[in-house]
Structures are given as structure tokens and as C-alpha cells.
């Protein structure tokens, strides 16, 4: 039961990646570290639960290309914010991180996104929406992190199954 659970939890995360590579200009929206896509397995507790690309999906040549493999224990950064977002609301167990930019915040308003600014702090081992999430005891669906010193500007969508995810970056390119 539990390696089912594992496999379909991998199944739809591959699913998920293979059709955001396809949409239409996602290029625009990949940061220069890449854009990764995770699930977490119902009460992960650790980051060998949650599923990620062992690598990232970046910009090549004006095309989304996936680079590394989907497996358990693929991310870290991204990962824990998962983890952390499950500890408040259970049922967020996927997340994405795309570009940072106020076009792309401003969108993500005008969606109705539930929606944070995270300040500007020099953060260095540890993902600022994780320590966000944790300090301020609430989880949103998006966050934008402006940036910082070494610390590329970036957006933190969070949501129940990746495909929501791909839904929601289907819907934030439409204006772009």
C-alpha cells in the first residue's frame, strides 16, 4: 500500500512536469536557478516524502528543458517548504518556484491569489518562505521573496496536487 501510494505520488508528479515544459512561454517565467516542481506523500514528515526533480527544469535556447529525474529526496529548499506549509494546512503538499518580478506578483493579485511579500532578508542555507511560514504560523498559496544580496527575487506557489499548480502557472502566463 504505502509503495503505491509513493508510486502514484510519482506518477502524478511526472505528469505535472511534462505538461508545464509544454506550456507556452513558461521559459519566462524560470528563474536563473531553475524551477523545480515537488509532491509530498499525506503526512510527509521528511524530504525523502517528498517527491522533486533531482535536478531542475531550466531555459535553454528560448525552451523549457528538464534536467535530472523525478525522485523521493530531490529537493531541499523547496521541499521544506512543503513540510512546513503541511505542519499549518495538511492538504498543501505540492509547490513550485518560478520568477521573481512585481509583473508577476501583480498578476498573482489579480488572480485573487491568497498572496505575501516576504521581506528582504540575507538568507543563506534556508528557503525564506520556510522560515515565513514558520514565524509567522499562517500559509498562503504565493509568495514573493524581492531578493536579497546573492538571493535571486522569486515566487513560491503552493497548492494540494501538482496539477493545480500547472493550472495556476497556465493562468499566470495568459497575461504575460
Excluded: W
Excluded at 524530504?47 to 528543458?65: L, N
Excluded at 500559509?139 to 535571486?152: K, L
Amino acid at each position: 500500500m504505502i509503495n503505491e501510494v509513493r508510486s502514484q505520488v510519482l506518477l502524478e508528479l511526472r505528469d505535472a512536469i511534462k505538461k508545464l515544459i509544454k506550456l507556452d512561454r513558461f521559459c519566462r517565467l524560470i528563474p536563473q536557478v531553475g524551477t523545480n516542481l515537488v509532491y509530498a506523500i499525506e503526512e510527509a514528515s521528511d524530504f525523502s516524502d517528498v517527491a522533486a526533480i533531482s535536478g531542475r527544469i531550466i531555459s535553454c535556447i528560448g525552451k523549457p528543458v528538464l534536467c535530472g529525474y523525478v525522485v523521493y529526496g530531490g529537493s531541499n529548499f523547496l521541499a521544506s517548504v512543503v513540510l512546513e506549509a503541511m505542519k499549518i494546512s495538511p492538504e498543501l503538499r505540492s509547490a513550485v518556484n518560478l520568477r521573481g518580478n512585481e509583473s508577476i506578483a501583480q498578476t498573482l493579485r489579480d488572480m485573487g491569489m491568497d498572496f505575501v511579500v516576504i521581506s528582504s532578508t540575507d538568507v543563506k542555507d534556508v528557503c525564506p518562505v520556510t522560515i515565513e511560514i514558520e514565524e509567522s504560523g499562517e500559509v498562503h498559496r504565493a509568495y514573493y521573496h524581492p531578493g536579497a544580496f546573492g538571493v535571486e527575487a522569486s515566487t513560491t506557489i503552493l497548492g494540494e496536487i501538482p496539477m493545480e499548480i500547472v493550472e495556476i502557472v497556465t493562468e499566470l502566463l495568459e497575461p504575460v
